[in-house]
């Protein structure tokens, strides 16, 4: 999968795609779901270039371009030299192993291209095959914050899971590039 900027004509194929599906939209933003008018900027999808610290990516197939979701890494703390990563697959690209290399990517680019040291990931405790795409990239399991997501009509319990620099194996191919995890 590649990673990319967020072009104008994604936008709409994103909110059909993802915001739309009310349930989707409600277990994976800790938001509630709201009406949002077509073309409007208060989209989640809409980017703002400004933005140093919620960076928003478009995810594609190498092959070809499609645009096939939407991933970030957010609340990017230069200080602690920490973020978040998220991220969320249109319904037809899910279960073909697209998420897990997408957080192989989002790795990439927090430790090597930003020179972070921890990246953190926080997901519905029964978001299988979100756990499943952290935990192949070596996310570890931190703890379990009950209770901490009000989702169509339920609270629900969260998993935190988290990554150090110095955990990370990125694939061989990527071997080369590791940062040095002293500096
Ligand atoms: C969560 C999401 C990003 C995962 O990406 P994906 O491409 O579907 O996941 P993958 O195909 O890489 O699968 C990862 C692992 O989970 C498993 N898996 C996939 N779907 C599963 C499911 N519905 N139930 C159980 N396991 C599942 C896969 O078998 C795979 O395990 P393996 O490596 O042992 O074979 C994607 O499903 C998605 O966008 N879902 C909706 C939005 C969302 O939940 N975003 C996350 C919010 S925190």
Redesign the pocket.
Known sequence: MGLRARHEEDVPILEAG?YEDVV?TS??TGTPWRPITPGSKDSQFVVDDKEQRNLQFSVVELDGGALV?SASLWGVDDHNRSAHI????LPS??????????VAVLCHYGFVVRGLRRLQ????AD????L??AE?NGFVREGVLRSSAWVMGEFLDEVLLGLLVQEWRPDPGNQERRPDPEN
């Open positions: 993802l989707n277990r994976a979701g998220g991220l969320g697959l690209s899910r279960g073909k192993g697209y998420g897990t290399d997408v990931i926080e997901t519905l978001n299988a095959a979100m499943r795409s192949r």
